[in-house]
């Protein structure tokens, strides 16, 4: 056995892998968990923005990486790619720090600083994350590629041991709640320790890879793009996706053409057009690709359907940052065997779940593999999608008749991430190996990229129905309670008596726009 080849069978470099990624995972779910309530409390918004925010906020990390994946084929490798997307993630959480630091004293530098440390955090995802994906698959030679399953479902372990631990450490140290009032200065730690990880994921990378992440002959992997490698085309196939100056063109005027029909037609922001427009685009500009045999198009079109179903998964499934997690705060008891949950942990569940049932969940397969009785993936994806359904159904029926003062019990949002996890774990692992294995290679990234946008669009949507709940724990409904019609006294159609002026600053709610 070779030495870059553990006890395991499979490569040490999976683990380097494994222990990056879990950081950055870490680092993305932990301050996941806290955004939308750090924007809602701290930076005085509306939840219906801070729900906007968050989907157009996710959807672009997965917009990102169709660039992040050029830049390292075309330029920097996997590897340099890696670790530039740790480090812009790492400044990214930082900035989030000191927004979450300043804010008291100046809300719109916080403002500004939350801006740029979004948009640094989007790039930085966008260059990590297709990147140490493709290199899990690349540290498996041709004849080894039978164990990519099992790799990809420890890799999967490993993203969701990260989330786990993000999800439980930022809102121990940034979601705290003295005496039922809520320390809205306490939100930095959370953005600090996510920041942290991220280096620490970077420095473990940096430090390791050159001994691990290598050939079973010792030799570098994801360095430098190299012009010819062939090594992973079938002899006499053709290698790269040349397309023709009508098609570019036509794809250039759709993009345009759907971006305004989404912003001025739809009504949907900036964002969000973006994000619809390129992913229809792409996927058009590929399917119409004149050396497309009959097969490979078929092929292309079936990953079109699943691509276009899982959008409404992801939509229903994002929601744990935002509505659920609005829900967590202020309508629901969160008392678990005796320890009062601060509301942003409450997602822990999904991380918590996919650790303890990806196994058995792919022993299922194996199992039922071996009995020629594995379904096929489009029914997985379709249970998948059945139990997501199931989960809001049930969530549903729990808050019929809460009203706006009743609590719903935390075991019900238990039950859903439960269910939820069992549909991610029919669904997510399996479209992405569907893509790699219906995708004709010169196509590959394209259609990876596709599907990412199909990820990345039910984001947007899951921010758009994030949005539509009714809101009860920002600062206007705050205001509302006390009697006070808070967007009146912004737009300066009322004026406040002194009494209601200490009632506000009694209950932390400002009186400024941020
Ligand atoms: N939870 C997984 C991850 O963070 C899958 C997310 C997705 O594919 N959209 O990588």
């Keep these: 056995m070779s030495e870059s080849v553990a006890k395991s069978g499979h490569p040490k470099g999976l683990w380097v892998l494994f222990g ?3 950081w950055e995972r870490f680092n993305f779910y932990g301050m996941r968990a806290i955004l939308t309530l750090f924007l809602v409390n701290s930076l005085m918004m509306k939840e219906e923005d801070a729900s906007l925010i968050y989907g157009g906020f996710l959807g672009l990390c997965y917009l990102t990486p169709m660039l992040g994946g050029f830049i390292s084929d075309r330029f920097f490798g996997n590897r340099n790619c890696i670790l530039l997307g740790g480090l812009m ?29 979004l948009g640094i955090i989007v790039f930085g995802n966008g260059f990590f994350k297709p990147n140490i994906s493709s290199m899990v698959g690349s540290l498996y030679p041709k004849q080894e590629k039978s164990k990519l399953d099992t790799a990809f479902t420890i890799f999967y372990m490993g993203i969701n041991l990260g989330a786990f631990l993000g999800q439980l450490i930022c809102p121990i140290v940034g979601d705290v709640k003295v005496d039922g009032i809520r320390d809205i200065h306490a939100f930095k730690w959370g953005f600090l320790a996510a920041s942290v990880a991220m280096l620490i994921g970077t420095v473990v990378f940096y430090v390791l890879k050159d001994k691990y992440v290598v050939t079973p002959e ?9 012009k010819n490698d062939t090594s992973d085309y079938e002899e006499g196939e053709s290698q790269k996706a040349v397309f023709s100056k009508n098609a570019l063109i036509g794809a250039v005027v759709a993009f345009i053409g759907l971006g305004l029909m989404f912003h001025y037609v739809v009504g949907q922001n900036f964002i969000y057009s973006l994000i619809y427009a390129s992913g229809l685009s792409l996927a058009g500009l590929i399917i119409s690709d004149t050396s497309l045999t009959k097969v490979e198009r078929d092929r292309i079109l079936v990953i079109y359907i699943v691509a276009f179903f899982v959008i409404f998964f992801w939509a229903a499934f994002e929601q744990a940052g935002s509505s659920l997690t609005f829900i967590a705060d202020n309508q629901t008891d969160r008392n678990f065997f005796g320890y009062n949950m601060p509301p942003s942990m409450v997602q822990i569940f999904n991380g918590l779940f996919v650790v303890a049932f990806a196994v058995p969940f792919s022993m299922l397969w194996d199992y039922l593999r071996s009995k020629d009785r594995e379904p096929i993936s489009p029914v997985k994806q379709a249970v998948g999608l059945g139990l997501i359904a199931l989960s809001y159904f049930i969530i549903a029926y729990n808050v019929k008749d809460l009203g706006n003062d009743g609590f719903l019990a935390i075991k019900w949002l238990i039950l859903l991430y439960l269910i939820q996890t069992c549909a991610e774990l029919c669904l997510s692992p399996i479209g992405l190996s569907l893509v790699g294995k219906l995708s004709p290679k010169r196509f590959s990234s394209l259609l990876y990229g596709v599907f990412f946008l199909s990820n990345a669009s039910g984001y947007a949507l899951a921010g758009t129905l994030g949005s539509i709940l009714p809101a009860t724990g920002d600062k206007f409904n705050k205001a509302k309670e006390l009697g006070i019609d808070l967007q009146a006294v912004l737009d300066k159609t009322v004026t406040l008596t002194a009494e209601q002026v200490a009632l ?11």
């Design 20 to 22: 990056t990624e879990m």
């Design 89 to 117: 993630m790492a400044i990214g959480q930082f900035l989030l720090f000191i927004s979450a630091s300043v804010f008291g004293n100046n809300i719109s530098l916080a403002t500004i600083l939350m801006w740029s440390a």
């Design 218 to 226: 010792g030799k570098e992997l994801g360095g430098l793009p190299s």
């Design 504 to 514: 506000l600053e009694q209950n932390q709610i400002s009186t400024s726009n941020p």
